[in-house]
């Protein structure tokens, strides 16, 4: 009873004076005949040749040369005889060695897209990055939204992370992006940038990167990326919601799931703090400043990319602080504008408002406009275009759809999308850019007038003699 086995098979063992594992007899014979004998050959000869291949794939591809004497029912047999292929005779897999990390001495940092959160900001999809940093010996982890990876979004990730922990790591390692590494002439090595080793430099951090092609000599970092992510996801589904009124509001709870996972660290954490050097006393700048004249289109070109400004500011040369998602314009000291940026190496980024002004005193550039398409806001906007041309004609239409958009710049746009969704469902009706100015646009209300009464005595005043006052020099 305490062995967990019958009466009779205790006896068995007990007469035979063996262990069970003597008394088992090996089989070196089949039971049935091989299902297999016709096309294992072929087989393994397939995949030697390419040892990728998949069980299942191998198997449909035999079956058409002898569907005769191989049935489907043999599927797992096959891929049973494909796996022990694979032991015996397949190639060897890649070794990892595991590593042993010593407090403070190195802070892993990487980028992992986290549009697969399906997060929505008002109501649009969020497609963002994250910059993670993590030190391998605590686990100890920090991350900040971003855009792409570029050495902006680095330096401001790298130095959030040194400025939550109050010290510096002797090394930081990254892998060969672009942001921190150039390849040197036609080779593959690759050096660092003088842009990130100033950043290293600033603060006494050692650079190192890892092979091309070798993230698991990053594993920590990559690891964790994952984990962050499914941590992320979690508590998404305990929120019951995953969207957010602003960005702030995303990045709040984005640092409320990432402390909360840095408090089961707290002991390791301390050991690499007694050992990290103190941070520098000066942070550096977390934007790149570059100057720009105002083209007479009324525009400016910032890292190969062009951006619409007020017509008010042609031919003025700008300053401009280019941030991870933003840029700022400068008269000197005074700060001009705001506008959001794009991460491309090319095309136009144009607000309307910037010049539907002035198309509507030129409306016949509207036509062969370069940006034209950019000059419909949203899909609403492109058929309110069509209906008006078709109604009034390439002239007149053209003319009433400028001042829907002149409309459109004095009022929520929003409000302008969900009339013209009204106005352009079926079965539809004959509208005009006045009416929706009336429904949207409140009427003054009339100011009351009141009668004044003057008085005359005060100025009566000014008009007696008054001595006159001389001044001796």
């Given amino acids: 009873m305490k062995a967990g086995m019958s009466q009779p098979t205790a006896r068995k063992y007990l007469e035979a004076q063996q262990p069970p594992a003597a008394l088992q007899v090996r089989h070196t014979w089949r039971t049935r005949p091989d299902p297999l004998v016709d096309i294992w050959p072929r087989a393994e000869a397939s995949l030697a040749e390419a040892p990728d291949l998949e069980a299942k794939a191998l198997f449909e591809h035999l079956c058409q040369r002898a569907a005769e004497s191989v049935r489907e029912a043999h599927l797992r047999t096959f891929q049973r005889r494909v796996k022990l292929w694979r032991l015996q005779h397949g190639p ?5 060695f595991v590593q042993d990390w010593e407090p403070g ?170 050992v990290m050097r103190a941070l520098p006393p000066t942070r550096l700048s977390e934007y790149d400043e570059v100057y720009c004249r105002v083209s007479s289109a009324s525009a400016i070109r910032v890292k190969k990319v062009g951006y ?71 899909q609403m906007f492109r058929n309110a275009h069509d209906y008006l041309v078709s109604q009034r004609g390439p002239r007149g239409g053209v003319v009433e759809y400028l001042q829907l958009l002149k409309l459109t710049s004095q009022v929520r746009q929003s409000d302008v999308e969900l009339m013209l969704i009204d106005l352009l469902s079926p079965p539809g009706c004959a509208w005009n850019v006045e009416q929706i100015r009336r429904a949207l646009v409140p009427k003054p ?24 006052v001389a001044h001796a020099g």
């Fill in 92 to 96: 060897d897999k890649e070794v990892f």
């Fill in 105 to 274: 001495r190195a802070l892993q940092l990487d980028w992992t897209r986290a549009g697969e959160l399906a997060v929505t900001i008002a109501g649009a999809p969020y497609e963002h990055l994250l910059c993670h940093a993590v030190l391998p010996y605590s686990n100890w982890e920090w991350a900040t939204v971003c855009s792409s990876e570029s050495l902006l979004s680095l330096r401001h990730g790298l130095q959030e992370s040194l400025q939550q922990l109050g010290k510096v790591t002797q090394e930081l390692r990254v892998d060969n992006t672009s942001a921190a590494t150039h390849r040197i002439g036609s080779g593959a090595e690759r050096d660092f940038n003088p842009e990130f080793a100033s950043l290293c430099e600033h603060y006494g951090l050692e650079p190192k990167t890892i092979g091309v092609a070798c993230p698991n000599e990053n594993g920590d970092v990559e690891s964790s990326n994952g984990h962050l992510k499914r941590r992320l996801r979690q508590h998404l589904l305990l929120r019951g919601s995953r969207e957010f009124g602003t960005e702030a509001d995303y990045e709040e709870f984005l640092l409320g799931v990432i402390k909360a996972g840095n408090r089961r660290r707290t002991d390791k954490l301390a050991e690499e703090l007694a």
């Fill in 308 to 378: 619409s400004v007020p017509a008010r500011l042609i031919g003025q040369q700008l300053k401009v602080e280019i941030f991870e998602s933003e840029l700022k314009l400068y008269s000197g000291r005074e700060l001009l504008l705001s506008l959001p940026r794009r991460h491309s190496d090319r095309g136009m980024v144009l607000d309307y408002r910037h010049v539907i002004d002035h198309l509507l005193r030129k409306p016949g550039a509207f036509e062969r406009y370069r940006y034209r398409e950019q000059l419909f806001p949203g």
């Fill in 445 to 468: 209300q009339p100011q009351l007038e009141v009668e004044l009464k003057p008085e005359w005595n005060s100025y009566d005043a000014l008009l007696s003699a008054q001595p006159e």
